[in-house]
C-alpha cells in the first residue's frame, strides 16, 4: 500500500451492490485488485464468491498493519463487522487483503466520479 502510486480504473466496472465499499476503501488509500456482490456466484460464475468481497493489494512488510487499518476503519459501534483475511504468497512475494460479508454492502464512499 504505502509508496506505490495508485493505478487508475473504472469504477461502473464494479458490481453496482459492492461499489460503495470500493469507493471507501479506495478513499481511505487501499488499491482495490477484486470485488463482487455476490451475484456472479449466483449466475454459477467460476471463482465467484458467494457473500460481497473486496481485495486490496498490501506488501509483506506491511500486511498486518494494513489489516489491522482495514478493521479499524469499518469497526464501528452497531456495525456488523465483515471477515478479514490477510494473506501472503511466498512464491510471489504479494501480500493481498480480503474482506467479506453482507456487512460489506453498508459501506458508503465517495461518487464513483470521485475514485
Known sequence: MEGEPRKVFDPK???PG????????????FETTDSGDGSYFKMG??????????AMKSSPDTLARDAQQVWD??????????????TYYVSEDTAIILVYGKALLELKGPKDSDL
Not at 18 to 29: K, L, P, S, T
Open 13 to 15: 466496472g464494479i458490481c
Open 18 to 29: 459492492i461499489r460503495g465499499a470500493v469507493a471507501f476503501f479506495r478513499a481511505n488509500g
Open 45 to 54: 460464475m467460476e471463482g465467484a464468491m458467494e457473500e460481497p468481497m473486496v
Open 73 to 86: 476503519l469499518i469497526d464501528v459501534e452497531g456495525r456488523e463487522c465483515p471477515a478479514i483475511e490477510a
